[in-house]
């Protein structure tokens, strides 16, 4: 078992910046993949951003150079800078992971959750 705990998430203006942090705790290595999702009122979840483990990161088209994810496989936490926020990045907001270490670029179907935390952007 793998356990994720967010913190981080809050309200902020537009333009504003967040950082969300994921700290994995249990069974969780860096043979996992591990990342942020996301998931607006009436939405789909889906990806933010995720890392292999090993180095390979991917981001969702809309946060590419505004948001930045970072991993610390000796403290085992997941860091997402967010940086010009806008209203459309309110969520809820996910740290996930797998290990299966491909999937978590290619699928919102991973195995570990956190609970989730809020963020919420006014304009």
């Known amino acids: 078992e793998v356990q994720l705990v967010e913190s981080g998430g809050g309200s902020v203006q537009a333009g504003g910046s967040l950082t969300l942090s994921c700290e994995a705790s249990?069974?969780?290595?860096?043979?996992?993949?591990i990342g942020w999702f996301r998931q607006a009122p009436g939405k789909e979840r889906e990806r933010v951003a995720s890392s292999d483990g090993y180095g390979s990161v991917k981001y969702e088209d809309s946060v590419w150079g505004r948001f930045t994810i970072s991993l610390d496989n000796t403290k085992k936490t997941l860091t997402l800078q967010m940086h010009s926020l806008t209203p459309e990045d309110t969520a809820m907001y996910y740290c996930a992971a797998d290990p299966r270490s491909w999937r978590c670029h290619t699928t919102t179907d991973l195995t570990y959750w956190g609970q989730g935390t809020q963020v919420a952007v006014s304009s």
């Open positions: 249990g069974d969780y290595n860096r043979d996992y993949c």
